[in-house]
């Protein structure tokens, strides 16, 4: 049909094709043979074909010997190629970015491909591991299975799949044998809820012409199958290719056109086209021996017209009824692809994958979309078990067994984790912190996971690398304990996200500083800038009354050394506030008001931060710093069996200086007796447990902060464990959620009765610094200025006709002179105000005196005759 509707839309081409065809017997054999008999007896000039990829190994090899193009519309494993190879197929590899995107899409981890033992079915199986590796899944189990396999050895491999937990299954075969895996599968209930399969092109392209026990055994299967646009030219072809394929075989009812058949066409149409461009002609020249041949054949002959019958194959574009046909190197380029599910009596689609877009619920034609990877790209999936519930992809295995989980066994800081063995009824008991997350975080999950404690008591040579070993081997699944991350077990095992704080900490002795024994203890309340800042205030006070007061005041008046002396006087004498000397203007009463409220708050806090350093017990470590106690050479200690040891080795600690302890009160003992009566000046250990000590012995350690890093206590997990993502991501909403605070107090409740040293005051904390009265300073500061400001606004309208009257030729420096003099000038109008004042003080005291009716002495002398009398001149006195 191909040729037919080729020729009568081209009936101006020179040349035809003629066909000869082979039936190969579905025969890899016959096949090989009838090649050699096309190539060297037909002396065919290409041959379409042949039907598998299995057939095409050989095939192919021979073409490239004979130079003879080689047109393949039905082999798709991406392991057959050469020269002379041109694939008018969609390669297998093309789907592996399909099935990527949909494993991404739902969030599995896992997925197991099960697919035919031949060429077809194991030449994709490199790649897929690739793409399902670059986004982060993992390949667990590869299931291969002969063609001939029989059921029980088809039911021999499922249920080895049975007792995994994985579930997500990629299925690479052809229906022959596909139609059988699936009915297996039906019968040993894996086509139940909690089970994916997907399906390849190989079997999806093949679903119309399934039987309806099929379609019934594939119930919620997802499949992959390369799509082609409806076009008018499709619609018309496969209404006549119904017609006459029912006028040949009327026997065959309900028989659909599929993929492959439509690529047959488009092969037809692409040789053609090439050998009209070429106009090939029948012409041999030479031969060709064929080494190693078991055939008995003894050589092939070469066609001339071979290569530029490739080369004009090789890159060719054309419009075919499958599509767009682009060849690139004789391999058709990846196209859109529909996801369909297999549902009722058939198939719908659900979504299609473009390399554009990624998974789309609908084609975008203008491709204006992101690329995306989301099940909320696609519509609804009828998963297996009638159920449009997602699956996550694994789960605990139906045959009974449970989660093995290793469980240290422990003679110190047993409120972490405590584990013991009842013999009579063959059980483990688990108690504590680490075991009461551990089943929160797992009843969290939203699905069951059973799982069984079991103790790992160790030696005193072993330590809990032993533990992590034991996982690693697969003789348990899982550990729960207080495991800390460590770079070294990430190698064998997977790690959660850590459920305690991080950090390696030290514990030493503390001490009283006796700070308030100390002599400089009275500068203690404030620090050395805020003393500074008040000393340089207090004088600048004083240089403001000073200028305000000066040309009125007679306090502030006399040779410069005094005025600046009663200025500083008067200024420092506010913190007692004892000045004797009056304040006369407005502006420097202002500027003294201000000051005194700022001296005011300033003593009163220095009184305050003063008396809680002599009266509050300061307590600080003996030593903070690990570099001192190797220089000292001082010993340390760390719980026995712990990671520990390697890390004060590797500081620089020598055996000789570790010392380990076993409980708490050992720790203590040691620490108490100090490094001179065969004791540790310091213990080292993770962040938990100090603070659990700490919460008995608080009022005699103190603990600095994390000396080396660690990541926390987290759950152990095999490699490449399904649980390990899901039981952190359960942790992370443990942690936001109130239940974690609950364990919290449920374990250290009791512990917490001891105030934490963290809690003792130092000197450092009790210190007042400039910070904190930066406000005051800023105000007498301002108030100040803007009182010099005024004054000086004052003066230079009082004198203004003096200074217009300067000749313009006087220089700057005569200028200030002048404005000097007139400021020291003493102002007539004050002395005025000042005698007045004085006088009517004098005459008030006299006036008193004079009018009591008791009192019979003499008036007193004026003030001024006081003053000018002689020293020995006799006083009246007052009786």
């Known amino acids: 049909m191909a040729l037919s509707d080729f020729y009568a839309s081209h009936a101006y081409y020179h040349t035809r094709l003629v066909l000869h065809k082979r039936d190969s017997a579905n025969d890899v054999v016959d096949a090989a043979g009838a090649a050699l008999d096309l190539i060297n007896n037909v002396k065919v000039q290409a041959i379409i074909g042949p039907d598998s990829s299995m057939q095409a190994t050989f095939v192919i090899e021979l073409g490239n010997k004979a130079e003879v193009p080689i047109i393949s519309f039905s082999a798709t494993s991406p392991s057959l190629g050469n020269s002379y190879f041109i694939r008018i197929a969609q390669i297998d590899t093309s789907q592996v970015k399909v099935i990527s995107a949909i494993i991404q899409a739902f969030h599995w981890s896992e997925a197991v491909p099960i697919s035919v033992n031949d060429e077809f079915g194991k030449g994709v199986i490199p790649y897929l591991t690739t793409a399902l590796q670059a986004i982060g899944a993992r390949i667990p189990y590869w299931v291969v299975i002969p ?33 059988r895996l699936f009915s297996r599968a039906n019968a040993m209930g894996m086509m139940e809820k909690g089970f994916s399969w997907i399906v390849t092109n190989g079997m999806t392209s093949f679903f119309s012409s399934l039987n309806y026990s099929v379609i019934d055994d594939m119930q919620g299967v997802l499949g992959l199958r390369t ?191 405590d584990i013991s063995y009842d013999s009579i009824t063959n059980t483990s008991d688990a108690t504590g912190y680490c075991i009461d997350v551990f089943k929160a975080v797992i009843e969290s999950l939203p699905y069951t996971v059973p799982y069984e404690f079991y103790p790992f008591a160790r030696s005193e040579a072993e330590t809990y690398n032993n533990l992590i070993d034991q996982v690693f081997l697969g003789n348990y699944d899982a550990a729960v304990g207080d495991i800390t991350i460590r770079a070294n077990r990430s190698l064998y095992v997977d790690f959660t996200l850590p459920y305690t704080e991080s950090g390696l900490s030290m514990i030493v002795p503390i001490r009283d500083k006796n700070d308030a024994k100390s002599t400089w203890v009275f500068l203690k309340p404030l620090t050395w800038d805020l003393w500074v800042a008040i000393g340089c205030f207090f004088v600048f006070t004083g240089l403001v009354v000073l200028v305000l007061e000066h040309p009125i005041n007679k306090d502030f008046r006399g040779p410069p050394l005094h005025q600046i002396g009663t200025s500083l006087w008067f200024s420092f004498s506010t913190m007692v506030f004892a000045q004797r000397e009056r304040v006369l203007t407005n502006l420097a009463r202002f500027v ?188 007498a500061g301002v108030a100040s200025s803007l009182a010099l400001l005024i004054c000086a606004a004052i003066f230079f309208h009082e004198h203004r ?71 020995n001149e006799e006083r009246p006195t007052t009786h």
């Open 147 to 179: 063609s001939t396999a029989t059921d029980n050895q088809i039911d021999v491999e499922l249920a080895k799949l049975m007792k995994m937990k994985t579930r997500v299954f990629i299925v690479h075969m052809l229906p022959s044998l596909g139609s």
């Open 592 to 779: 003294v008001i201000v000051w005194c409220f700022v001296v005011l708050i300033l003593t009163q806090s220095y009184t305050a931060s003063f008396s809680s350093i002599l009266t509050v017990q300061q307590l600080q470590p003996v030593i903070t710093d690990v570099n001192l106690l190797l220089k000292n050479g001082d010993n340390v200690g760390y719980q026995a069996g712990s990671f520990i040891y390697w890390i004060l080795k590797q500081a620089g600690f020598q055996d000789a200086n570790l010392w380990t302890y076993e409980s708490p009160e050992e720790m203590n003992e040691l620490l108490q007796n100090g490094n001179k009566n065969h004791g540790i000046s310091a213990a080292f250990d993770e962040t938990p447990y100090m603070k659990l000590f700490l919460a008995t012995y608080c009022s005699k350690y103190t603990m600095v902060e994390p000396t080396f890093k660690t990541d926390g206590f987290a759950f152990v997990f095999q490699k490449g464990s399904i649980l390990t993502r899901d039981v952190s991501m359960a942790i992370t909403s443990f942690h936001e959620g109130a239940e974690m605070e609950k364990i919290d107090q449920k374990w250290f409740k009791n512990k917490k009765t001891c105030s934490d040293s963290s809690t003792t005051s130092s000197s450092n904390d009790l210190t007042l610094s400039l910070d904190n009265f930066r406000g005051l300073f800023i105000v």
């Open 227 to 417: 799509y082609v646009p409806n076009t008018e030219r499709l619609k018309i072809f496969t209404g006549r290719w119904r017609r006459k394929f029912q006028q040949d075989n009327p026997t065959l009812l309900d028989v659909k056109l599929d993929i492959f058949g439509l690529w047959a066409y488009d092969a037809a149409w692409a040789l053609a086209m090439a050998v009209e461009n070429v106009q090939t002609t029948n012409s041999r020249s030479s031969t060709m021996n064929i080494s190693g041949s078991s055939t008995g054949l003894q050589g092939l002959e070469i066609s001339q017209s071979g290569p530029e019958l490739v080369r004009e194959l090789r890159d060719m574009r054309f419009s075919g009824l499958s599509g767009d046909i682009s060849l690139i190197d004789g391999e058709l380029q990846s196209s859109t692809f529909q996801v369909v599910n297999v549902n009722d009596n058939g198939e719908r689609g659900v979504g299609y994958w473009t390399p554009q877009n990624g998974l789309v619920r609908n084609l975008d034609l203008k491709n204006t979309r992101r690329y995306a990877n989301s099940n909320a790209s696609l519509g609804t999936i009828i998963w297996p078990g009638d159920t449009t519930s997602d699956p996550q992809g694994w789960q605990i295995p139906m045959s009974g067994t449970k989660l093995k989980v290793l469980v240290p066994v422990k003679s110190i800081f047993k409120e972490f984790v």
């Open 801 to 871: 006709h003096t200074f217009r009257s300067f000749d313009p030729g006087t220089s700057l420096w005569s200028r200030i002179r002048v404005i000097l003099r007139l400021y020291d000038q003493k102002d007539p109008k004050w002395d005025t105000y000042n005698g007045r004042q004085q006088q009517c003080s004098v005459h008030g005291i006299i006036g008193g005196i004079e009018g009591s009716p008791s009192t019979n002495s003499p008036p007193m002398p004026s003030s001024d005759d006081t003053e000018l009398g002689s020293p």
